[in-house]
T-cell receptor, first 113, second 112 residues
């Protein structure tokens, strides 16, 4: 069935270091993936997305890598800042259907000053 | 350029009462999604609506829960005869059908 999971529930890094958050997905039919950031008491905020015809996409300080062979997704945050502290979720969609997002449980990122 | 709006932000109900959660999508968006989030967990899809139509309600419990998105006005998620297990954060997202979904701030429902 459809499911998205994460390798690590928590990640603690020093300010200025690079962060890598991983995600495994199981539905090979998924063709669109999104990373969301959720701060305490707020709704998920879009960070970056990637389609299955790509293996890498870069944004401002963030990079998403997609490995379809092993069904693995990662989010890299460069020069992590205290404001990056949040829970990060990956989500997948099978486009052409109901477009519903399937979320993983999340990784809590803590950035230490 | 307002984002997705949800109200109330916090809602307290006693067991057996009804809860009504409202969602106003972003301007120009005709697709609305409702998700539920339990503490320390990811969001779980409940229902997907377009104007006046329910497209996918596969994630919504068959009993006590209903959703609508009328031609005019916000989308409503209604929970009848609430139980303690309904306590959660309920998020609405909207899109114009091109995959990216924008989320509202959520309604935190507490059932006493």
């Amino acid at each position: 069935g459809e499911s998205v999971g994460l390798h690590l529930p928590t990640l603690s890094v020093q300010e200025g270091d690079n962060s890598i958050i991983n995600c495994a997905y199981s539905n090979s039919a998924s063709d669109y993936f999104i990373w969301y950031k959720q701060e305490s008491g707020k709704g998920p905020q879009f960070i970056i997305d990637i389609r299955s015809n790509m293996d890498k996409r870069q944004g401002q300080r963030v990079t998403v890598l997609l490995n379809k062979t092993v069904k693995h997704l990662s989010l890299q945050i460069a020069a992590t800042q205290p404001g990056d502290s949040a829970v990060y979720f990956c989500a997948e969609i099978v486009t052409g259907g109901s477009e519903k997002l399937v979320f993983g449980k999340g990784t809590k990122l803590t950035v230490n000053p | 350029n307002a984002g997705v709006m949800q109200n109330p932000r916090h809602l307290v109900r006693r067991r057996g009462q009804e809860a009504r959660l409202r969602c106003s999508p972003m301007k120009g968006h005709s697709h609305v999604y409702w998700y539920r989030q339990l503490p320390e967990e990811g969001l779980k899809f409940m229902v997907y609506l377009q104007k006046e139509n329910i497209i996918d309600e596969s994630g919504m419990p068959k009993e006590r829960f209903s959703a609508e998105f009328p031609k005019e006005g916000p989308s409503i998620l209604r929970i009848q005869q609430v139980v303690r297990g309904d306590s959660a954060a309920y998020f609405c997202a909207s899109s114009h059908g091109l995959n990216e979904q924008f989320f509202g701030p959520g309604t935190r429902l507490t059932v006493l």
